[in-house]
Structure formats: C-alpha cells, structure tokens
C-alpha cells in the first residue's frame, strides 16, 4: 500500500480555511485518496474520496494534481468542532485491503 | 449509508479475566471486517482481518491465542481479549467496508477497554 505523508499537525483560527497536504510519491494506478477525521475516543468517519482533479461534498473539498503524487483536503470556515485527527489513505477501492494508517494530521482550531 | 455498531463502548476488567468485543454491520453484509488497536495519541494500528467463515488473518506480533477472533455471520464479528493485562488497556476498533465504494469504510465507534 502507498505509504502518505502528512503534517503532524496544525492550527488555525475559527471561520477560516483550512489545507492539510498529503503526499503519495508511491501511489497505484488503481489506488483512490481518502480522507477520514477522527474525534478523540470515537471511530474515523469517512470525509471525501477522490481520484483525480477536484472533488467536493457537503464538508470538504479534495484536490488531486495531474501527477496524483500529493492531494489536498480543504475545510472551509472551520469551527471548534472541527477539532480532530485528519488520516489520508490511499487504496484500490475494489478490493478488500485493510487500511492502514499513517499518523495524521491533528488540527486544532482556536477561537 | 452503512453502519456498524459495536459493544460496548467501554468496559473495565480485572487482570487475566476475558472480555468479548462485538462488531455488527446493521444494514449491509460484510464479508471481511478488519480490527485495529489505538493506544492514546497514536495512530490506529492493524490488529488482524476478520473472515467471514474462516479463520482470521493476523497481523506480525498480535498473538492470535489472545485476540480471538470469531466472524460466524455475515452481519457479526466478535473480538475476545482472553487473560487481560494492563498492557491490553486501549481502544479498539472494528471496520468492514459497504456496498458503495465511494464511501470508503465504515468504523465502529470504537471499545475503551481498561484493564486493572
């Protein structure tokens, strides 16, 4: 499985945008990036998923650069609530390989 | 979307007691599911793959005696740390992944298991 760099962590103030950058030099033709966030003492929640270009959802935005090799999560306005551990993943999602996770990323908002 | 509940959400033993684990997809059939062990500001980290019919896979230095691992249905997975030591005291938690793939895995809310 690709193996992802990440920030350890970050800080930011309340009500401004937020980017953590994965890196992924290694990644497969067939591997999605994935992101997940993780609240102390509960299980990751899935957050977006993409494989090239730009992808948004309700929450986030995921931009993936031609070269697939690094992919940036984008939250918008963050809040206190958005007080977590951010994993990024890659894998082929057709198959049924475990995840295993790097360290993340802990963000920390601030008022 | 999928979910997966599992119990309990936090337990206390005393030393060299048992305590099962229990992981269920509630409203898709999951085939594999995969536990992971999280010790506090670490990274989760893969415990054994969990088959559904067939004995699990482990992970290299996770003791399969200790972490049994049963998966007799398609909807349940059970994790059983057997003579529990401090050293077991975590956070474990189970994933499968659902029907739609664009939606990555689906995680339990994770067990607090405190060994004393």
């Known amino acids: 499985l690709a193996k992802t760099t990440q920030p350890i962590s970050m800080d930011s103030y309340e009500g401004q945008e937020v980017n953590i950058t994965c890196s992924h030099n290694?990644?497969?033709?067939?591997?999605?990036i994935t992101w997940y966030q993780q609240f102390p003492s509960q299980g990751p929640r899935f957050i977006i998923q993409?494989?090239?270009t730009k992808v948004t959802n309700e929450v986030a935005s995921l931009f993936i650069p031609a070269d697939r090799k690094s992919s940036t999560l984008s939250l918008p306005r963050v809040s206190l609530s958005d007080t977590a551990v951010y994993y990024c993943?890659?894998?082929?999602?057709?198959?049924?390989?475990?995840?295993?996770f790097g360290k993340g990323t802990r963000l920390s908002v601030i008022a | 979307g999928a979910v997966v509940s599992q119990h309990p959400s936090r337990v206390i033993c005393k030393s060299g007691t048992s305590v099962k684990i229990e992981c269920r997809s509630l409203?898709?059939?999951?085939?594999?599911m995969f536990w992971y062990r999280q010790f506090p500001k670490q990274s989760l980290m893969l415990m054994a793959t969990?088959?559904?019919?067939?004995?699990?896979?482990?992970e290299q230095g996770v003791e399969k005696d200790k972490f049994l691992i049963n998966h007799a249905s398609l909807t349940l997975s059970t994790l059983t740390v057997t003579s529990a030591h401090p050293e077991d005291s975590s956070f474990y938690i189970c994933?499968?992944?659902?029907?739609?793939?664009?939606?990555?895995?689906?995680f339990g809310s994770g067990t607090r298991l405190t060994v004393v």
């Open positions: 994933s499968a992944r659902g029907g739609d793939t664009s939606r990555g895995y689906t």
């Open positions: 290694n990644i497969a033709t067939n591997d999605y």
């Open positions: 969990s088959n559904e019919g067939s004995k699990a896979t482990y």
């Open positions: 993943l890659v894998g082929d999602p057709s198959g049924n390989t475990p995840l295993v």
């Open positions: 409203d898709f059939q999951a085939t594999t």
């Open positions: 993409g494989y090239k």
